[in-house]
């Protein structure tokens, strides 16, 4: 193939509840280090969370923070660290040849429940609505403040895709690189769901918040005890980039992005669907021109509830029966569910696998559930399987939304 | 009796967290010497009604264009809240 039809990763920015840079973020994922603690949630009292901690005013005014949002702070943050890992001399880009593309899996609660909370401690005086709260819950926000960030002119989209929305980003700028919309991609995925008590007090009333004295323990997918989500904000851009382009000044590449699909169930709002998944990733294989042997480790979503870890589980052991090689583990038991950041953040932290030879282990896993059992199931050590190719990761998200993207590690 | 000027100057600070508002000059605009734009004098209006319940109308912004037609205008609203 064309070097000009070859999209590769060239840059990584990342926050997730466990580390603010890939380095960091690796290492505790190998180390079984969790980002889950307790944390007070409004009118619901102290709640198991992940939280990031990385510095908002590093790239950022305190101005125009507080103007903007946390999701946009989220974003701005990761896009800029990404931008500096690439080693891009920033003042010489063509602007109007970058494009933002932000997925997310739900824009503006946070915005619309602190005015809401704001007007009930103040006399319920509609008065007291922010001018800035449209700006701040317009669906295209987050990657909107990207663009005024970094004084970028291309087009940029924040897309709605739920639970799939890091893979769903990083597809969207594979795609704009393939159709020659843009010379550069910011690419991935974010969330400030944890910053909203609206999804805790949901999540509640489904019956699949996650519970546990112990907050580091909480998220345990696969595990017999589990008993939901630990929900957590994250994100994880990427510079994306052709492969010609990438050559011609001499990037570090991380990986290339290979295949993808996204397919939608087409059954329920929140239950998911094994038979689909299973042709979302089969499709992506496809698109990737391999066979299921060829998958080296396989990203469950696995989010720690009942039935969608039992569902996902079916899935994989459908999808790669026919392989012995290919290693699944999965990456909530450490940081919890990151939402819209989860498919480009769990990706981030599995592609240093490809100079390591591990696979990180799934965290909280230590009585697994006979209903999801994997062959090849990595959890609770590192496991070192020397040479690594390809990873698949899958992200899945409420409405039925699949997503399935495979990188390659990238050799000369 | 309320200290107009401090309190727009506090109100300003959260507003504008970067900028130096210890020696700003009386007379001179707002705008001239802090990066403040419409929409930061909107957030004044909307402090000044959420921390004090002091209402500035529409047409009366205007008449908060420097520290000192600040204490003007509002000190008489002070006074009566």
Known sequence: ??????????????????????????????????????????????????????????YQSKKLRRRGTRAGSVSIYCANEAIQDAKLNWETVDKSMVGVYVGITEHGNVETEEEIFQMHQNGLDWKLWSP????????????????????????????????????????????????????LALAGGISESSQTFGIFAAFAAQGALAQNEDPSKASRPLDKNRN??????????????????????GAKIYAEIVGYAINSDATDFVNPNSERQVQCMHKAIKRAGLSVSDIDIVNMHATGTGTGDVN?????????????????????????????????????????????????????????????????????????VGNINYILNNSFGMLGINSALIVKKYTV | M???????????????????????????SLREQLDLDSMDFLDIVMEL???????????????????????????????TV
């Open chain 1, 228 to 249: 939901g989500i630990a929900i957590s904000e994250g994100g994880c851009m990427y510079v994306l980039e052709r492969l010609s382009d990438a050559k011609k000044r």
């Open chain 2, 2 to 28: 309320a200290d107009v000027r401090q309190i727009v100057i506090d109100i300003i600070a959260d507003i504008a967290p970067d900028e130096d508002v210890s020696n700003l000059d009386d007379v001179k």
């Open chain 1, 1 to 58: 193939m064309n070097d000009t039809q070859r999209i590769v990763m060239t840059g990584i920015g990342l926050t997730a509840p466990n580390g603010n840079n890939l380095t960091d973020f690796r290492k505790a994922l190998l180390d079984c280090k969790s980002g889950v603690k307790h944390h007070e949630i409004r009118y619901m009292g102290k709640q198991v969370a992940g939280m990031c901690d990385f510095d908002e005013y590093k």
């Open chain 1, 132 to 183: 800035h709260h449209n700006p701040r819950t317009v669906a295209n926000s987050p990657a909107g403040e990207v663009t005024l960030n970094l004084n970028i002119t291309g087009p940029h989209y924040t897309l709605g895709s739920a639970c799939a929305g890091g893979n769903v980003g990083i597809i969207q700028g594979v795609q704009q690189l393939l159709l020659g919309e843009v010379d």
């Open chain 1, 312 to 384: 996902e589980s079916e899935a994989v052991r459908s999808a790669f029966e026919s392989s012995n090689k290919t290693f699944v583990n999965f990456t909530k038991g450490h940081i919890g569910h990151c939402m819209g950041a989860a498919g480009s953040l769990e990706l981030a932290g599995n592609i240093p696998s490809f100079n390591d030879g591990l696979v990180h282990p799934g965290m909280n896993c230590t009585d697994l559930d006979p209903q999801c059992a994997i062959k090849n199931l990595v959890i609770n050590e590192a496991k070192n």
């Open chain 2, 49 to 79: 009604r959420k921390r004090h319940k002091v209402e500035v109308p529409q047409e009366d912004y205007p008449k908060l264009a420097t520290l000192a037609s600040c204490v003007s205008y509002l000190s008489p609203k002070f006074a």
